[in-house]
T-cell receptor, first 116, second 115 residues
Framework: DTGVSQDPRHKITKRGQNVTFRCDPI?????LYWYRQTLGQGPEFLTY????????KSRLLSDRFSAERPKGSFSTLEIQRTEQGDSAMYLC??????????????FGSGTRLTVV | DAKTTQPNSMESNEEEPVHLPCNHS???????IHWYRQLPSQGPEYVIH???SNVNNRMASLAIAEDRKSSTLILHRATLRDAAVYYC????????????????FGQGTILTVHP
């Protein structure tokens, strides 16, 4: 297993366009998380899934954002009608539930979105 | 989520020990203390976690105060590759011992290592 994979690594889009990012978690991990990180700030939680169920969504996740994990494996994060304020690094992570004894989250390298 | 407080930045010389402090005075009895680090242009990376006792692993040591209101991440011999942002995070758990879903990151401590 090569860890958490995110695609694409970089995305430049024009304001108003829709974008979709993909995350492939570690195969045996049942939890998957999306975070957003802007320059100089720590990652901000957006949403997480346990298997295919979306268990929590942040207030940061406006109605232009939608995330899916249809088969409990990979996940997609879509941003509709992008705005310049959406420019950020979008990070995906995975973990096992019931995991106090494990080694925490494994993060991907992120997708850097630039809205021009 | 209980809050943590860390210095904005710290500096160290290569091959010297580094002690990164974290205050968490409102920690609850079921909160675990987690440390992650983020190297430039990468996602955060798990470093270590603990509940009450000091912990050691191949990356670092975690020293937890007896009252659990503070902790210190110890890098025994800093290398240039340890230059990163270090995050101290409290992670809650329920009575059954299962962790809550999300980690809440603060701004962390920027560690600079000088050759």
């Amino acid at each position: 297993d090569t860890g958490v994979s995110q695609d694409p690594r970089h995305k430049i889009t024009k304001r108003g366009q829709n974008v979709t990012f993909r995350c492939d978690p570690i195969s045996e991990h049942n939890r998957l998380y999306w975070y957003r990180q802007t320059l100089g700030q720590g990652p901000e939680f957006l949403t997480y899934f346990q298997n295919e169920a979306q268990l929590e969504k942040s207030r940061l996740l406006s109605d232009r954002f939608s995330a899916e994990r249809p088969k409990g494996s990979f996940s997609t994060l879509e941003i509709q009608r992008t705005e310049q304020g959406d420019s950020a690094m979008y990070l995906c992570a995975s973990s096992l539930s019931g995991d106090l004894l494990n080694y925490g989250y494994t993060f991907g390298s992120g997708t850097r979105l630039t809205v021009v | 989520d209980a809050k943590t407080t860390q210095p904005n930045s710290m500096e160290s010389n290569e091959e010297e020990p580094v002690h990164l402090p974290c205050n968490h005075s409102t920690i609850s009895g079921t909160d675990y203390i987690h440390w992650y680090r983020q190297l430039p242009s990468q996602g955060p990376e798990y470093v270590i976690h603990g509940l009450t006792s000091n912990v050691n692993n191949r990356m670092a040591s975690l020293a937890i105060a007896e009252d659990r209101k503070s902790s210190t991440l110890i890098l025994h011999r800093a290398t240039l590759r340890d230059a990163a942002v270090y995050y101290c995070i409290l992670r809650g758990s329920n009575a059954g011992g299962t962790s809550y879903g999300k980690l809440t990151f603060g701004q962390g401590t920027i560690l600079t290592v000088h050759p």
